[in-house]
């Protein structure tokens, strides 16, 4: 089962990038295990079981299992932010269907790596308010995707491209709640 990542593990200890290789074995070992056992059975003994490794491999790479957890959350991120971040540029250019059809291609791939995690959140108070921090001190979270979203209704409401009527906040509402 870990020997595979184990194998990886030795071999890579002499090889440029190995620390950050391993640092990746370890996230995906973390994410196998909450996966197949939840966030309670996620024991750093146990992702270091999966992976193949010492326990105390994974504190050469996090602190502390809280830490472990949250960069696993922020690895989630990046399919959905790039929808987003280009959204503000695609106003006037190929349909508003596709532009959000996007987004949404964006979001799905986003839940489906990041629902399952978040969803064990709630069971560990510590881990939330961690990663509530985590985003108030980079200023993430949802208000940016809502944002994003009404900045882009707006202006294509100004093209005349969505009816004045629409409301902005519906639509960041549809399109992510049929998301869920």
């Excluded at 996966?35 to 309670?40: I, M, P, S, T």
């Excluded at 996620?42 to 949250?70: K, M, P, Q, S, W």
């Excluded at 106003?91 to 791939?109: F, K």
């Amino acid at each position: 089962k870990g020997d595979l990542g184990l194998r990886k593990i030795k071999a890579q200890k002499s090889m440029p990038g190995a620390k950050a290789e391993t640092r990746q074995l370890i996230l995906d070992g973390a994410k196998k295990v909450i996966r197949e056992k939840g966030l309670a059975g996620a024991t750093t003994r146990e992702i270091a079981r999966e992976v193949g490794c010492a326990d105390g491999t994974l504190y050469v790479h996090f602190a502390n299992r809280i830490e472990l957890f949250l960069a696993l959350l922020r690895q989630s991120l990046p399919p959905m932010t790039g929808a987003l971040r280009e959204l503000e540029y695609l106003a006037g250019r190929g349909t508003v269907r596709s532009n959000l059809e996007t987004v949404v291609r964006g979001a799905l791939e986003f839940m489906r790596e990041f629902v399952p995690l978040a969803a064990s959140l709630f069971a560990e108070p510590e881990l939330l308010r961690a990663h509530q921090e985590e985003l108030r001190k980079h200023n993430e979270g949802p208000h940016l995707s809502l944002a994003a979203v009404e900045a882009y209704v707006r202006a294509e409401q100004r093209l005349g491209r969505v009816d004045k009527h629409v409301n902005p906040r519906v639509v960041y509402a549809l399109l992510f709640g049929a998301c869920l």
